[in-house]
């Protein structure tokens, strides 16, 4: 019987027992999918990301991900964790000191990241797929009677669109966005009637004067009821917001200008569920479009243990 080594690590956060938890098997070679499942399954966390060699050329890696229940083809805070795991371990490069680039193969296509490892921690940079919004009138009642909202609680301001298969909806408040509890059934069958992963409720209504928004987001179609903090939502929520908010609706929004001239906003999330998270969302604008999408943040490592497969 082999074992393989796990961990357990809290991205999106510098402070253990914040941000969201995800399971990391950093060498999942020998691995069905099957097998895959059921340690997702055992470990319990919203996702696990396994690491495989890359079967393209293109690609200096492979990475996985599955939920409790089901493989999905994109996930952000569980990215941020493997990275931050194979950085502190020195692999696939990383013993040194520096700036390491990457293209990660995934079921969403060849993705870049790069990871920044100095003496004071690493932090992980994960470029997403630019959304593609569509409205979504036609579902919106039986989706904001899933989540338990009326159309007082909406920010009348911001639409409610879809975007990378989740859909976004605005809050006016966050006192009402914290109160939400969802009808996890009915949402998981508005889901899967729709063909999203899950619902982004999001309002502008922050903690912090330096974060640009704040949310929560419930996949339950996909096993997960609700993520701490979702890095594949918050960066085109960033996109959301610069397109509706800043740019159709003039609300002006707290960001930082970076060295390189993308914008950043920072999405908070988790709050709600006592598991603090902070992610930066990068935005590369040109001619008033978002031409470029990534998240970045830093990780913790709980702890590590291995399993017997």
């Known amino acids: 019987m082999r074992r393989i080594a796990v961990k357990h690590v809290d991205a999106f956060t510098a402070a253990p027992y914040a941000g969201n938890p995800a399971g990391v098997v950093t060498d999942a070679r020998g691995l069905s999918d099957a097998r895959m499942q059921l340690i997702a399954r055992e470990l319990a966390m919203s996702e696990t990301a396994f690491v495989l060699p890359a079967t393209l050329k293109a690609a200096d890696l492979q990475m996985r991900w599955f939920t409790p229940t089901v493989e999905v083809p994109l996930c952000g805070h569980a990215t941020i964790a493997a990275f931050h795991a194979l950085a502190e371990d020195g692999m696939y490069g990383m013993r040194q000191y520096g700036r390491h680039p990457f293209a990660v ?168 569920m006592s598991r603090r998270g902070r992610v930066k969302v990068r935005l590369e604008i040109k001619k008033g479009r978002v031409k470029d999408v990534s998240i970045a943040g830093e990780a913790v490592t709980l702890f590590r243990t291995s399993l017997s497969v």
């Open 105 to 272: 193969q995934t079921k969403s296509g060849i993705l870049q990241v790069l990871v920044e490892k100095k003496s004071a921690g690493i932090s992980v940079e994960f470029h997403l797929p630019v959304p593609v919004f569509s409205s979504v009138r036609k579902a919106s009642p039986r989706l904001l009677k899933s989540l338990g909202l009326g159309r007082k609680d909406l920010e009348t301001r911001l639409p409610m669109v879809r975007g990378n298969d989740i859909v976004f909806v605005p809050v006016r408040r966050r006192t009402a966005l914290w109160k939400l509890e969802p009808d996890m059934n009915t949402l998981t069958a508005v889901s899967k009637s729709m063909g999203i992963i899950g619902a982004c409720a999001v309002t502008l209504q922050t903690i912090e004067p330096s974060s640009a928004f704040h949310s929560r987001f419930f996949a339950p179609a996909a096993g997960v009821p609700e993520d701490p903090v979702t890095g594949s939502a918050n960066g085109p929520l960033g996109a959301y917001c610069f397109r509706y908010a800043m740019r159709s609706a003039g609300i002006p929004l707290p960001s930082l200008r970076l060295e390189d001239g993308r914008l950043e906003f920072i999405g908070e999330q988790g709050d709600s």
